[in-house]
């Protein structure tokens, strides 16, 4: 069978591209199921990609999560199941931005605040810092699997429950589970977890470190 020329030459051009998408495809899998991943103790800085769900009495909402924290600094991008875009978050020490998807600004002293009453249901990001990477304080309690790790953690009103990937002691957690008591139930599936510098291409461009002057929430 004859080919033209041009169409041999776009089939080479896309092989090669093929080629390069199955490279990057496997460097990108040192995720969390993969056998390199950061370990809990490196994660000061981090950052993940993943699912998350909340319901709270009749309100319900579901997406993906992409997240990035360094020190007090925290981005946050909330989208729907198919990737648009739902709200993006930012935190500092001068308090917390949210930005909704058709460009409204609000501002609050912290996360809880904002999100309740922007979005209909508090996101516990000051807590979550610490729960999403296994780590807990003095004053809460918690359960330890066999390697060390944390199980279940309970703390002002909340159970957190965790799954790992491996049975590596190091592993940073992939599911996490936590239920208030307000009826407030929130779970995350991390699907990819980066220590520092790792990950800031793969954030949108939109989702920047600093907290802006915009509108306050009431």
């Not at 769900?53 to 007090?72: E, F, M, P, V």
């Amino acid at each position: 069978m004859y080919l033209p020329g041009h169409l041999i030459c776009a089939l080479r051009r896309s092989g090669l591209v093929l080629i390069a998408l199955a490279i990057a495809g496997c460097a990108s899998t040192s995720n969390i199921s993969g056998a390199t991943f950061p370990t809990r103790t490196a994660l000061t800085t981090f950052s993940l990609e993943g699912r998350f769900s909340l319901h709270q009495q009749d309100k319900n909402a579901s997406g993906k999560i992409s997240w990035r924290h360094s020190g007090q600094n925290n981005a946050l991008l909330l989208s729907s199941p198919l990737g648009q875009g739902i709200a993006e978050i930012t935190t500092n020490e001068n308090g917390a931005r949210l930005t909704t998807q058709d460009g409204q600004t609000y501002t609050a002293i912290n996360t809880e605040t904002l999100t309740q009453q922007v979005l209909g249901y508090p996101l516990p990001l000051a807590q979550l810092t610490n729960w999403v990477r296994g780590q807990r304080t003095k004053d809460e309690s918690a359960q330890l699997d066999a390697f060390g790790r944390l199980l279940q953690l309970r703390h002002e009103g909340w159970r957190i429950d965790y799954g790992y990937p491996t049975d590596d002691p190091q592993a940073p957690p992939n599911r996490i589970f936590a239920e208030s008591t307000d009826e407030l139930d929130l779970r995350l599936l991390i699907d990819e977890w980066s220590s520092a510098g790792q990950i800031s291409a793969r954030l949108p461009l939109a989702v920047r470190m600093s907290v802006g002057t915009g509108r306050r929430a009431k």
